[in-house]
């Protein structure tokens, strides 16, 4: 069974800095996909970015970028230049190829400051 | 275009008593998903649906949940003899399952309260 880990349960950053929510996973599959999703306080989940396992390049959606390290089962994410709209739960998840379902983490709490 | 949606946006319900939860995915979406967000539990995954069939329904909890899917569209969930622990939002997800890549999109959830 896959399992993912998000070890920050809360986070705060000032506006326009920049803040990296970390993830690990595990699995023993070969090819995947990872994702980020947002969840505003609407409750409304959003995809914010996503990686093919099979890519070696960090997938990159204007301010939001992944360090993607296979070999350590890491995916983390970093949001550039912060904005207070940014404040929301950010959920890591996993998928297998079939994507027949995600796997979630317990999800990071970020909070963007002025 | 329309996105998911779902009904009730909030139900609040007695312990014992039997609910429906309702979601409508986007139009020509053969793949549903239904997902549990609760304190402590997090997200979890409950039943997958690709047409009218349920090939992986490995999440529900117990048998007091069921789901159907009737015309490759609409989904409801149903929960009977709800107890306290049920309360929580419920999230259906659907995705056009086409290609290399089917992104999940998510409804607003059903919170659900059992009193």
């Known amino acids: 069974a896959q399992t993912v880990t998000q070890s920050q349960p809360e986070m705060s950053v000032q506006e326009a800095e920049t803040v990296t929510l970390s993830c690990t996973y595990d699995?023993?599959?070969?090819?995947?996909?990872l994702f980020w999703y947002k969840q505003p306080p609407s409750r409304q989940m959003i995809l914010v970015i996503r990686?093919?396992?099979?890519?070696?390049q960090n997938a990159t959606e204007n301010r939001f970028s992944v360090n993607f390290q296979k070999a350590a089962k890491s995916f983390s994410l970093k949001i550039s230049d912060s904005q207070l709209g940014d404040t929301a739960m950010y959920f890591c998840?996993?998928?297998?190829?079939?994507?027949?379902?995600?796997?979630f983490g317990a999800g990071t709490i970020l909070r963007v400051k002025s | 275009g329309a996105g998911v949606s779902q009904s009730p946006s909030n139900k609040v319900t007695e312990k014992g008593k039997d609910v429906e939860l309702r979601c409508d995915p986007i139009?020509?979406?053969?793949?549903l998903y239904w997902y549990r967000q609760s304190l402590g539990q997090g997200l979890e995954f409950l039943i997958y649906?690709?047409?009218?069939?349920?090939?992986?329904k490995s999440g529900l909890p117990s048998d007091r949940f069921s789901a159907e899917r009737t015309g490759g569209s609409v989904s409801t969930l149903t929960i009977q003899r709800t107890q306290q622990e049920d309360s929580a939002v419920y999230l259906c997800?659907?995705?056009?399952?086409?290609?290399?890549?089917?992104?999940?999109?998510f409804g607003p959830g059903t919170r659900l309260t059992v009193l």
């Open positions: 997800a659907s995705s056009s399952g086409l290609g290399t890549y089917g992104e999940q999109f």
């Open positions: 699995t023993s599959e070969n090819n995947y996909y």
């Open positions: 990686q093919e396992a099979y890519k070696q």
């Open positions: 998840a996993f998928a297998k190829v079939t994507l027949n379902k995600l796997v």
């Open positions: 139009s020509g979406h053969t793949a």
């Open positions: 649906f690709q047409g009218n069939s349920a090939p992986d």
